[in-house]
């Protein structure tokens, strides 16, 4: 069995969670630090290597590169994937210690929580989220680079958005909410992670 250890931490916002819980949501996308020059490409074969332990992985019987960039002196790329295909990722969410017990801010209306109501107040923000709150699990299947505005209705209703219509639109609207001020915003067209999931209903069986 694997040790817990191993599993990487990812903050969701509780629009995500629910998402999440509801398995609507099985694909995110985050800001690729530091960004490609602009004249770069993902199939660019010059910016293509491997990773210093040799790693790389294969979909459809070709290579999916999992960085961009030269190699600096220890052999990594300039900009690495955070995730791979096959980590374990456990989820930080808005959370708030209850006696012995955490409670979720995802759970739902707190109108119908009186004792935890009176202590709304106290919710913690998913950052400060400790490994042994943990409740959802994830496994990545899939790990690819690509511009924000390349996204699909399919991939936006991955990404949990409930559009029938207008899922792009939507998407676009949560992501600047959620990226607008970190200089992200749809409009700069920023080369994100696309990261495919599945949820793991137990967390030993997940790392087993």
């Not at 660019?44 to 992985?57: A, C, P, Q, R």
């Not at 939507?170 to 920023?190: A, H, I, S, V, Y």
Request: glycine residues 4%.
């Amino acid at each position: 069995m694997r040790d817990l250890e191993v599993a990487k931490p990812i903050i969701f916002s509780t629009l995500m969670v629910r998402a999440i819980e509801e398995d609507r949501k099985r694909k995110t996308r985050r800001v690729a630090k530091p960004q490609p020059p602009e004249d770069w490409a993902p199939h660019s074969y010059g910016d293509i290597h491997l990773m210093k332990n040799g790693e790389f992985v294969l979909r459809n019987d070709e290579p999916v590169i999992i960085g961009w960039g030269a190699c600096n002196e220890s052999g990594d790329f300039a900009c690495k994937s955070r995730y791979k295909p096959g980590d374990i990722l456990w989820v930080r969410e808005t959370w708030m210690p209850f006696g012995e017990i955490y409670v979720y801010l995802a759970d739902g209306d707190m109108e119908d929580k009186p004792h935890l109501n009176k202590r709304i107040d106290r919710w913690r923000p998913s950052i400060h989220m400790p490994r042994a709150a943990a409740r959802i699990f994830l496994q990545t299947t899939d790990a690819r680079m690509e511009q924000l505005q390349d996204i699909c209705e399919a991939d936006a209703h991955a990404e949990g958005m409930e559009s029938p219509s207008y899922p792009i639109i939507q998407f676009k609207d949560l992501w600047n909410d959620l990226n607008e001020k970190r200089g992200f915003e749809w409009d700069t067209n920023p080369w994100v992670w696309v990261y495919t999931f599945e949820r793991v209903k137990e967390a030993r069986e997940a790392c087993s």
